[in-house]
């Protein structure tokens, strides 16, 4: 078992992609490891937050975040697909990368990036008080690498499973393994319209005005009340429920491209549910050592 330190006041953004959520993090005062894959998005993050790593509260990580079952031992380089069409979608998992062409219609173009070791990272930057994760099918290697370690993180946030049920239950048990005992599902859609608390919990307050693409607020800060894991499997399936009609692989998706394609799939959307369909979600999760 591993006795790395946990830093209460470091933070983990783990997909950093343009820096969305790590500008956040360090206008609240916190110090910030972030991981980033895409060449492209290192060199513009360096640029935005040159002040910050020359004073040491910034430090980016350069590769992407793979299974050691997958590269196996020695491997210092993968195949990472950098989509053409939205740079978010950048991932190392094959299947993912299928999904955004024939789903989306958007193809990338393949490039080599150096391998990860995530589990090292945590070795030599410490645990810290909040990671937020979201790299396109390896959320799930990032809480595998945790499961030797004696410290965890207080809280920590994944990009939910949306197409296999059975998938995201494992993601559950997972963080179940881990000791999180208190979970949330956080619509993604409309992050840009939360509202930070004052005072806040979690650092300084801003009074933030968050972008489209940010995972928004974490931890303490988090609207609504948490929910035992048996409670937020029962809100996922009724997730999953409109998944089935309008998610990536979903019934209208497949046999009606018309009516869900484009605005007439947001206007059918809104008349009958009040919001754009589907949206994806986050699941946070609370430590059971946290003291509320």
Not at 138 to 151: I, R
Not at 224 to 233: L, Y
Request: include cysteine.
């Amino acid at each position: 078992m591993s006795r790395a330190k946990k830093n209460e006041g470091l933070l983990y953004d783990v997909g950093m992609h343009m820096g969305e959520d790590t500008d956040y993090y360090l206008k609240k005062g916190f110090k910030v490891i972030a991981f980033e894959a895409n060449p492209a998005l290192l060199e513009h993050c360096k640029k935005r937050f040159s002040n910050e790593i020359a004073k040491g509260k910034l430090t980016i990580v350069e590769g992407a975040i793979v299974d050691p079952l997958r590269t196996g031992s020695g491997t210092n380089s993968i195949k990472f697909y950098r989509n053409k069409e939205l740079s978010v979608w950048g991932t190392v998992a094959d299947d993912w990368a299928r999904r955004n062409v024939d789903v989306f219609g958007a193809t990338s173009e393949i490039i080599e990036v150096p391998v990860v070791n995530f589990a090292q990272c945590l070795e030599t930057y410490g645990i810290p008080h909040y990671m937020k994760i979201d790299i396109e099918g390896m959320d799930s290697v990032c809480l595998k690498a945790l499961l030797p370690f004696e410290q965890k993180p207080d809280y920590i946030s994944i990009e939910s499973e949306k197409v296999s049920f059975r998938k995201l239950l494992e993601e559950l048990d997972l963080l179940t393994q881990l000791g999180y005992t208190k979970f949330k599902a956080v619509e993604q859609c409309y992050i840009a319209r939360q509202q930070e608390p004052n005072p806040s919990k979690e650092g300084l307050y801003l009074g933030y005005q968050f972008q489209p693409g940010s995972s928004g607020l974490f931890g303490k800060d988090l609207p609504g009340r948490w929910k035992n894991c048996r409670r937020i499997a029962s809100e996922y399936r009724s997730i999953f429920l409109v998944y089935k009609l309008f998610g990536d692989y979903g019934t209208f998706k497949r046999f009606n491209r018309y009516l869900t394609g484009g605005w007439r799939g947001k206007l059918f959307s809104m008349v009958f549910f009040g919001k754009t369909l589907p949206c994806w979600y986050d699941m946070h999760a609370e430590h059971q050592s946290v003291v509320s």
